[in-house]
């Protein structure tokens, strides 16, 4: 296996999508400044806010230096491309507007991908769920546990345990494939995507480095825009879609599922109980 270029000190891209936050975007930008690793570059893109975003945003441009692009609307799939595209770095992260790191974040990332072969496209770690005031309510992986066996590309198809402020990309990867405009539950699709490849692995590496932020506005919450995107999902990954349905014929008891089972079927099924399990009695300790 290809060992990556050690160097310490290569370029990061942080990409920050901005869209009506105004009471969270200056923490989350000056978190990035806050990094104990400094060779970053930041894009932020102002999506069309409503708000005082963009004033806030303008307030941190007199005190830091980073790319700024304030346009109109264009949805959140847009914006993570467009920011793609512009990034120069060996390394891409993406920090949502209303999250924010830990000081650590990028240093931790950057010396594991560094010392880690090619086929390891990204590298993950843990960090913490706090509510709009900033007090902790769980670590991410106690409410997203991540898997203990099995391929990443099987246990996503059961749910996206990957967090997205806490994953950092090889800038090449994300550049060949880039975030599907259909899915607004963008960071799921996107992991399907890159580790339906068997060649493409990930790694997790044991830290708490950003706090994701759990509040009122939150998109996970809509419910049924979330409904119609696990549809599309159906739709458009035929092992998600096939589960799904395996799923549904048990829970409605029809006994010809039984008859119908391929080892992969056989394989999603125990994932799936062994991740009902996991989430009931595993509580993370790091």
Known sequence: MTKTNPNPNL???????SYNHEQYVTKAIKSVFSQTYKNIEL???????KD????????????YS?????????????TLNQAIKLAK???????????????????????????????????????????????????????YPRPLIGSAYNNLLHANWIPAMGITYRANVLKNIMYDKRFIIED????????????????????LDFCYRRHQNNISKEDDLMKKQLKLMQSSFNDFGDFMQIKDDIKMKRPRVLKKLSLQAIN??????LRVFQHKFIKYKI
Request: with cysteine.
């Open 52 to 63: 005082d975003s963009v004033k806030k945003i303008l307030e941190l441009k007199d005190l």
């Open 188 to 207: 799921w699709a996107l992991h399907l995507r890159v580790f339906k490849n068997k060649d493409n692995k990930i790694q997790f590496y044991h830290e």
């Open 89 to 143: 770095g060996l390394y891409i992260t993406a920090l949502a507007s209303d999250d924010y790191y830990l000081p650590k974040r990028i240093e931790h990332a950057v010396n594991h991908l560094n010392l880690l072969p090619k086929e390891v496209v990204a590298v993950y770690t843990d960090g913490y769920i706090v509510d709009a005031n900033d007090r902790k309510i769980c670590l991410f992986s106690d409410a």
């Open 11 to 17: 370029l990061v891209s942080v990409i920050i999508p």
């Open 43 to 49: 894009i932020v893109i102002d999506d069309g806010s």
């Open 66 to 78: 980073f790319k700024f692009i304030a346009r109109k609307n264009r949805g959140l799939v847009n």
């Open 268 to 273: 999603l099924l125990l994932l799936a109980i």
